[in-house]
């Protein structure tokens, strides 16, 4: 089993760059697709991110309000997962969400970006963007 905490949110001003980070205890993380998610005051848990290992290849998906703008990332051997996120928005003030799930979200996936398909979640990290 999986354990994951989230870590590396903050206050930053409009423009500016963060790097969440998310570490796994328990076994690899191979083989998991790994997910950020946020949810802002009021609103619904989002999808912001997808990265997939499996044995047919690493496969990574975004939201098309973070795209060009945040870039999620892994290491294996370090079992953590990243979030990259640059240009920030006072739009994309949220806890976000480190979650994962064993199931592969390969080419052609239509799950990754659903809340309810992952097992696994953290508590949660907060960022806030200042304009």
């Known amino acids: 089993q999986v354990h994951v905490v989230e870590s590396g949110g903050g206050l930053v001003q409009a423009g500016g760059s963060l790097r969440l980070s998310c570490a796994a205890s328990?076994?690899?993380?191979?083989?998991?697709?790994m997910g950020w998610f946020r949810q802002a005051p009021g609103k619904e848990r989002e999808f912001v991110a997808a990265?997939?290992?499996?044995?047919?290849?690493?496969?990574?998906y975004d939201a098309d309000s973070v795209k060009g703008r945040f870039t999620i990332s892994r290491d294996n051997t370090k079992k953590t997962v990243y979030l990259q996120m640059n240009s920030l928005k006072p739009e994309d003030t949220a806890i976000y969400y480190c979650?994962?799930?064993?199931?592969?979200?390969?080419?052609?996936?239509?799950?990754?970006?659903?809340?309810?398909?992952?097992?696994?979640w953290g508590q949660g990290t907060q960022v806030t963007v200042s304009s």
């Open positions: 979650t994962a799930d064993t199931k592969a979200a390969g080419y052609g996936s239509t799950w990754y970006d659903k809340v309810s398909e992952y097992a696994l």
């Open positions: 328990g076994r690899s993380l191979s083989g998991y697709t």
């Open positions: 990265d997939s290992w499996s044995g047919s290849g690493e496969y990574k």
